[in-house]
């Protein structure tokens, strides 16, 4: 009763839908990327859209940059699931995913893939040209990361940055430029989120250690131990923290985006506390619940910022 598998077949049928319709087989691929966390990323792409433009984007503008970074993020997952078939069969914490057990076709989650691709492609070329230009640089990093834990124990960053990008989608949809000096904060805040995501993931690969190791992948967990991962989570958070000021000062903020900031570290305090080399039962609360409560707050912190 607790696999992700049987989680997504009842939450299907809770909805009234029937096993092999097409509205069935939808609730389920959703419940496999866990599309509702997309609001670890989505919350920074407004935050790139609000200080871009010091005030509220445009409906349209907002809109479209929503459905790219639903359609990122169910593109990155949907081929990270594909990639990691074979290992998910042999980790006990993932062996029941729905792509390992059939209740879910390869060939239906790679047509879900080309969808989500297309429409991120959609939504980019009618946001702005230079969101287009740029838009194979974002698949290359939101289909490739899922390969790199094959050859490296820089996965984690490479994850942050992917996820990062939502900053720079964000920015370049309202002002359609990256690259000129006084886009300088909207790279700030990108190294921040590199650095957020990349702790956090370094917490959560904790939990693979074991597989990670007899598989020959390149997690630092698995490479340099829990307690080393652990204690360089807490550096990458704290230069998470100082990259968040330095944007703040670019951009000369007002006192709520630092309170939001000063939340945001008592929040990670608090995160690192739930976990440690022994007891990592509460990785979970971690990884999913104060990660959403930090990017929640710093938007209002950021929104608050350009209002006050």
């Given at each position: 009763m607790g696999s992700s598998?049987?989680?997504?077949?009842?939450?299907?049928?809770?909805?009234?839908?029937?096993?092999?319709?097409?509205?069935?087989?939808?609730?389920?691929f959703l419940d496999l990327v866990r599309f509702e966390h997309t609001v670890f990323a989505l919350p920074f792409a407004y935050i790139g859209m609000v200080l871009a433009t010091n005030g509220l984007p445009t409906?349209?503008?907002?809109?479209?940059?929503?459905?790219?970074?639903?359609?990122?993020?169910?593109?990155?997952?949907?081929?990270?699931?594909?990639?990691?078939?074979?290992?998910?069969?042999?980790n006990p914490r993932t062996r029941n995913r729905p792509t390992v057990t059939g209740a879910i076709e390869a060939g239906t989650v790679t047509r879900y893939a080309a969808v989500s691709l297309g429409v991120l492609l959609i939504a980019a070329a009618l946001l702005d040209p230079l969101a287009f230009k740029l838009a194979p640089v974002a698949v290359l990093f939101l289909v490739g990361y899922s390969f790199t834990k094959r050859f490296?124990?820089?996965?984690?960053?490479?994850?942050?940055?992917?996820?990062?990008?939502?900053?720079?989608?964000?920015?370049?949809?309202?002002?359609?430029?990256?690259?000129?000096?006084?886009?300088?904060?909207?790279w700030l805040l990108i190294s921040a989120v590199t650095f957020w995501i990349a702790g956090f993931d370094l917490i959560y690969a904790c939990q693979d250690v074991e597989h990670d190791r007899q598989e020959g992948l390149h997690a630092w967990p698995a490479r340099y131990g829990i307690a080393s991962a652990l204690r360089l989570s807490r550096l990458n958070h704290a230069a998470f923290l100082g990259f968040l000021a330095l944007a703040g000062l670019a951009l000369a903020l007002s006192w709520p985006y630092y309170a939001a900031a000063l939340i945001t570290a008592l929040l990670l305090v608090y995160e690192h506390r739930l976990v440690s080399p022994d007891d990592l039962s509460r990785v979970n609360v971690a990884f999913f619940n104060m990660n959403s409560y930090i990017a929640l707050t710093l938007l209002a912190g950021a929104l608050g910022a350009v209002v006050v």
């Amino acid at each position: 009763m607790g696999s992700s598998t049987q989680r997504a077949k009842e939450s299907a049928q809770a909805r009234g839908l029937k096993p092999g319709t097409f509205a069935y087989r939808l609730r389920v691929f959703l419940d496999l990327v866990r599309f509702e966390h997309t609001v670890f990323a989505l919350p920074f792409a407004y935050i790139g859209m609000v200080l871009a433009t010091n005030g509220l984007p445009t409906l349209w503008q907002l809109v479209w940059v929503t459905v790219a970074m639903a359609a990122a993020r169910t593109l990155a997952f949907a081929v990270n699931r594909l990639a990691d078939r074979a290992y998910d069969a042999v980790n006990p914490r993932t062996r029941n995913r729905p792509t390992v057990t059939g209740a879910i076709e390869a060939g239906t989650v790679t047509r879900y893939a080309a969808v989500s691709l297309g429409v991120l492609l959609i939504a980019a070329a009618l946001l702005d040209p230079l969101a287009f230009k740029l838009a194979p640089v974002a698949v290359l990093f939101l289909v490739g990361y899922s390969f790199t834990k094959r050859f490296t124990v820089l996965a984690h960053w490479v994850l942050g940055f992917t996820d990062a990008l939502a900053v720079g989608g964000g920015w370049i949809a309202v002002r359609g430029s990256f690259f000129a000096p006084e886009d300088l904060p909207a790279w700030l805040l990108i190294s921040a989120v590199t650095f957020w995501i990349a702790g956090f993931d370094l917490i959560y690969a904790c939990q693979d250690v074991e597989h990670d190791r007899q598989e020959g992948l390149h997690a630092w967990p698995a490479r340099y131990g829990i307690a080393s991962a652990l204690r360089l989570s807490r550096l990458n958070h704290a230069a998470f923290l100082g990259f968040l000021a330095l944007a703040g000062l670019a951009l000369a903020l007002s006192w709520p985006y630092y309170a939001a900031a000063l939340i945001t570290a008592l929040l990670l305090v608090y995160e690192h506390r739930l976990v440690s080399p022994d007891d990592l039962s509460r990785v979970n609360v971690a990884f999913f619940n104060m990660n959403s409560y930090i990017a929640l707050t710093l938007l209002a912190g950021a929104l608050g910022a350009v209002v006050v």
